[in-house]
């Protein structure tokens, strides 16, 4: 038994460091005093993204980053050529990578309440709707996902 273990230890460690190069860095501006903004931060890291938190407020990556302020939320990502605005789920940021559609990004407006960041005891478990939106070239937006 103790032999199969480490044979299959052994077995797996040449795959260790390439799933870890594997992880996909998003870079995220965010106010330093923001608590949601660091839970989301949390959901992405539990969803196998590596993040790099830029404590300096999200204003002026969000502008050159080409998201419009109209769809500003309290953080902004930028991770493979895409922006990523407010409390986006890990899955649609997966699926933007995977898909890898001509547009500027992903935004959650605002901050609703269950969105990833903007759930949990705190907020009473409530759950509010709201909609992942696709942010294209010329500021005009389409919905890539719905959550209810």
């Known amino acids: 038994m103790q032999r199969r273990t480490l044979l299959a230890l052994a077995a797996s460690l040449p795959f260790t460091p390439l799933a870890l190069a594997a992880a996909p860095m998003i870079d995220i501006w965010k106010d330093p005093n923001c608590g949601c903004c660091q839970d989301w931060v949390k959901h992405l890291n539990k969803n196998g993204f590596a993040t790099r938190v830029h404590d300096e407020g999200n204003t002026a990556a969000r502008a050159r980053l080409g998201m419009p302020a109209k769809l500003g939320s309290c953080h902004t990502g930028q991770v493979g050529g895409y922006a990523i605005e407010g409390h986006v789920p890990a899955r649609e940021v997966q699926r933007l990578l995977k898909e890898k559609p001509q547009a500027v990004g992903l935004a959650v407006p605002g901050m609703p309440v269950g969105s990833p960041g903007m ?6 478990d409530q759950r509010d709707p709201y909609e992942v939106l696709l942010v294209l070239a010329d ?10």
């Open 119 to 124: 759930d949990g005891p705190a907020y009473g």
């Open 139 to 148: 500021g005009s937006t389409r919905v890539y996902q719905t959550y209810r």
